[in-house]
């Protein structure tokens, strides 16, 4: 039987920050699942660094970590901290930098 979600153990409590560690002046990523439809994908990015503006087909789900990020979504910017959650809708410009060591569960639900 095929798996849909990899690089992450079954059947076990885990911490998702233990699962990727901060690199200095890089964006780190680790993919959890990927599918047509669904996208799960764990970051890390070291101050200043950033996720520069795109667009996705889906809606995307940031789940904060760790650290600080300023979000923009369609010229409107967001400080999201650790512990809190934002959307990006689909076909809507958006991106990120890191405010101080970032870390995120990115979600994208696509059609």
């Known amino acids: 039987m095929k798996t849909l979600i990899k690089n992450i153990e079954f059947s076990k409590v885990i911490n998702l920050k233990n699962l990727i560690s901060y ?7 680790r993919t959890i699942s990927q599918t047509p439809s669904v996208s799960i994908t764990l970051f890390s990015l070291d101050k200043g ?5 795109h667009v996705t087909p889906g809606d995307a789900m940031v789940q904060v970590l ?24 689909s076909n809507v410009p958006h991106g990120l930098e890191a405010r101080e060591r970032f870390q995120m569960l990115l979600t994208v639900i696509k059609n």
């Not at 660094?49 to 503006?53: M, R």
């Open 23 to 29: 690199q200095e002046g890089q964006v780190i990523s």
């Open 49 to 53: 660094e950033g996720i520069s503006t």
């Open 66 to 89: 760790d650290g600080e990020a300023e979000i923009t979504i369609d010229n409107n910017i967001f400080n999201v901290k650790s512990g809190e959650t934002i959307i990006m809708p």
